[in-house]
């Protein structure tokens, strides 16, 4: 298994193929040709977007025999749910702040 790696993550899940690609090993761990009968895209290219995939750490790949299996990395898509979290509790503090400023637009005033 790869370990995390900290390139651009959130660049390389701008492209909406890779997105559906994730979507899918999220099920559970498929093959480049069970990827591509799912997609509107050619096998070579599923290919080139699990290469992608897998040098941002987000996918493993694994051989069973001629196959190469295709899994989430779970490293990876864990580092990205802190980013989340981080961004989340920082918006939620930046919410709070701003309902408990004492100009706040819904003050009472005496």
């Not at 503090?93 to 005496?110: G, M, Q």
Request: hydrophobic share 40%.
């Amino acid at each position: 298994m790869d370990t995390y790696r900290s390139d651009d993550e959130w660049t390389v899940l701008g492209d909406h193929t890779r997105r559906t690609i994730v979507e899918h090993l999220a099920a559970g761990p498929l093959a480049v040709g069970e990827l591509s009968e799912r997609l509107p895209v050619s096998r070579p290219a599923v290919s080139q977007h699990l290469k992608v995939l897998k040098d941002a750490g987000l996918v493993f790949e694994q051989a069973a025999g001629a196959r190469r299996i295709y899994r989430l990395n779970p490293a990876g898509v864990c580092a990205l749910r802190d980013q989340l979290d981080t961004f989340w509790s920082r918006t939620l503090a930046a919410y709070s702040d701003a309902i408990d400023a004492p100009d706040h637009p819904n003050e009472e005033k005496p």
